[in-house]
């Protein structure tokens, strides 16, 4: 049985580096990547590029309900996104990212930072080898996207809101390195995608 993602103890801000690891161990997904269920259809639901949830139209209100859907997300190799169960396989349309970035959390300098950040479904996601931060290859026009799950390059992605994406780049610049870059868990993250 899937059951939807826990609410936070407390916090986000108040939640120390180490509460939040002890939160992404414990937090448990459903294996959606190794279902592959015969029966398929349409949900009727999509996910517009603000984060809400509508199902038919209607904007889905239940916060339980959209962190239940979300914890069933799954992104096609042709770059489509399905809810999937066991038993079927439901297209859904997403706008942009399936996610979004909304709050952030920085411990450390350089080399040693490690960010986590907290996503409009309550999840917590440590950007690092596994969990890329990307940018976009045109500095005029940035588009930053932190990698959820699944295969990188094809998985799901969360969209870093703006009010982030410019703390990042204060912490890059104040880090002096050339080009500017973030590091995150024992990756490092250029500010422009080559």
């Given at each position: 049985?899937?059951?939807?993602?826990p609410?936070?103890?407390?916090?986000?801000?108040q939640?120390?580096?180490?509460?939040?690891?002890?939160?992404?161990?414990?937090?448990?997904?459903?294996?959606?990547?190794?279902?592959?269920?015969e029966?398929?259809g349409?949900?009727f639901?999509?996910?517009?590029?603000?984060?809400?949830?509508?199902h038919?139209?209607?904007?889905?209100?239940?916060?339980?309900?959209?962190?239940?859907?979300?914890?069933?997300l799954?992104?096609?190799a042709?770059?489509?996104?399905?809810?999937?169960?066991?038993a079927?396989?439901?297209?859904?349309?997403?706008?942009?990212?399936p996610?979004?970035?909304?709050e952030?959390?920085?411990?450390?300098?350089g080399?040693?930072?490690?960010?986590?950040?907290r996503l409009d479904?309550?999840?917590?996601?440590?950007a690092?080898p596994?969990?890329?931060?990307?940018?976009?290859?045109?500095?005029?026009?940035?588009?930053?996207?932190?990698h959820?799950?699944?295969?990188?390059?094809?998985?799901?992605d969360?969209?870093?809101d703006?009010?982030?994406?410019?703390?990042?780049?204060?912490?890059?610049?104040?880090?002096?390195?050339?080009?500017?870059?973030?590091?995150s868990?024992?990756?490092?993250?250029p500010?422009?995608?080559?």
């Amino acid at each position: 049985m899937v059951t939807p993602a826990p609410s936070l103890p407390k916090d986000f801000s108040q939640l120390s580096l180490t509460e939040a690891a002890e939160l992404l161990a414990a937090r448990k997904l459903p294996p959606v990547d190794q279902w592959h269920p015969e029966r398929s259809g349409d949900s009727f639901m999509e996910i517009r590029a603000d984060g809400s949830w509508y199902h038919e139209g209607g904007r889905i209100n239940r916060p339980a309900m959209v962190k239940l859907f979300s914890t069933i997300l799954r992104r096609e190799a042709d770059g489509s996104h399905v809810l999937v169960t066991p038993a079927e396989r439901l297209r859904i349309a997403v706008e942009d990212t399936p996610f979004r970035a909304v709050e952030m959390k920085s411990e450390g300098e350089g080399a040693a930072r490690q960010l986590v950040f907290r996503l409009d479904s309550d999840d917590l996601v440590m950007a690092g080898p596994d969990h890329l931060l990307t940018f976009g290859s045109n500095p005029d026009s940035p588009d930053p996207r932190l990698h959820v799950r699944g295969a990188i390059g094809n998985g799901l992605d969360a969209r870093i809101d703006r009010a982030l994406y410019y703390e990042i780049v204060e912490m890059a610049l104040a880090d002096q390195s050339d080009p500017p870059a973030i590091w995150s868990n024992g990756a490092q993250f250029p500010l422009v995608d080559r």
